[in-house]
């Protein structure tokens, strides 16, 4: 078994994990409206204003990717990350 193991090239075990972390993220973002009716009877929000949230979220987090992929460009992504 460890043998097998040792000729896995190690690019994979990065690609295996980029995967998971990002199918992860996913989970987290596509899944909002399955929580949305538990979120608002839970906590006597709004649906509107919990609405808002997230939208103004997804909206923040698309002008923070185009800052991010400059910064990439510019300093590399292995020290954007790490930050």
């Known amino acids: 078994m460890l043998t097998k193991l040792k000729q ?7 690609t295996l994990a ?3 972390i990002q199918a992860t993220q996913a989970f ?16 006597s929000w709004e649906r509107g204003t919990l609405s808002l949230a997230a939208s103004l979220a997804a909206l923040i987090m698309g002008f923070l990717a185009i800052v991010a ?6 300093y590399g992504p292995r020290i954007l990350v790490t930050v």
């Open 28 to 43: 987290a973002v596509y899944t909002f409206g399955v929580f949305l009716r538990p979120l608002t009877t839970e906590f």
């Open 18 to 20: 980029g995967g998971g």
């Open 69 to 74: 992929g400059r910064l990439s460009d510019k």
């Open 8 to 14: 896995v090239h190690y690019g994979w075990i990065i």
